[in-house]
């Protein structure tokens, strides 16, 4: 494989997870929001149900694109590529998710599963807000890593000797 191509295949699927990553913890603040409105009982049926789910999901999401992004740095770094910047701060930033996830949200989801549905503890709703938070955190995390990942993809050229010069006062206008 070229250096070419696997600069291709590394943007695109850096850009592609950090979208799916970013969408999905988007689509979860919005389910959390409505949630809110629910009693425990309902509130713990909801998210032992998500509990099934999110694991696999997140596994097959943030793997390839934890790799991408990281090969990103690489590739940027040996190109010397102005997109180096950019891959550097969207690593950075899903590390802080990674973070967040593992020190709030990930103990928190593990002890939900044993609640009890019909009988939630009596501080559920101060874990709910802890972890809406949490994730209120990490999705803005994920919110500015896709943002830096599009600007070190989009439009961007990875090598700076691919961008050719034109000398100063020349036109592209010539007939």
């Given at each position: 494989?070229?250096?070419?191509?696997?600069?291709?295949?590394?943007?695109?699927?850096?850009?592609?997870?950090?979208?799916?990553?970013?969408?999905?913890?988007?689509?979860v603040?919005?389910?959390?929001?409505?949630l809110?409105?629910?009693?425990?009982?309902?509130?713990t049926?909801?998210?032992?149900?998500?509990?099934?789910?999110?694991p696999?999901?997140?596994?097959?999401?943030?793997?390839?694109?934890?790799?991408?992004?990281?090969?990103?740095?690489?590739?940027?770094?040996?190109?010397?590529?102005?997109?180096?910047?950019?891959?550097?701060?969207?690593?950075?930033?899903l590390?802080?998710?990674?973070?967040?996830?593992?020190?709030?949200?990930?103990?928190?989801?593990?002890?939900?599963?044993?609640?009890?549905?019909?009988?939630?503890p009596a501080?559920?709703?101060?874990?709910?807000?802890?972890?809406?938070?949490?994730?209120?955190?990490?999705?803005?995390f994920?919110?500015?890593?896709?943002?830096?990942?599009?600007?070190?993809?989009?439009?961007?050229?990875?090598?700076?000797?691919?961008?050719?010069?034109?000398?100063?006062?020349?036109?592209?206008?010539h007939?």
């Amino acid at each position: 494989m070229t250096n070419a191509r696997l600069v291709k295949i590394t943007r695109y699927v850096s850009l592609l997870g950090g979208g799916v990553i970013t969408g999905g913890a988007l689509a979860v603040l919005v389910l959390e929001l409505a949630l809110r409105r629910l009693g425990g009982p309902a509130y713990t049926q909801v998210r032992q149900a998500e509990h099934d789910y999110f694991p696999w999901y997140l596994g097959i999401t943030l793997g390839p694109t934890f790799i991408a992004v990281v090969m990103l740095v690489i590739l940027a770094r040996k190109a010397d590529s102005p997109a180096r910047r950019y891959a550097v701060a969207a690593l950075v930033l899903l590390v802080l998710a990674l973070m967040v996830s593992f020190v709030v949200n990930a103990p928190i989801n593990i002890d939900q599963i044993d609640w009890n549905a019909q009988a939630p503890p009596a501080d559920w709703e101060t874990v709910r807000d802890r972890w809406q938070v949490a994730h209120a955190v990490r999705t803005f995390f994920c919110v500015i890593a896709f943002g830096c990942l599009a600007a070190a993809v989009i439009d961007r050229p990875f090598e700076r000797s691919a961008v050719p010069l034109k000398p100063a006062g020349v036109s592209g206008d010539h007939d």
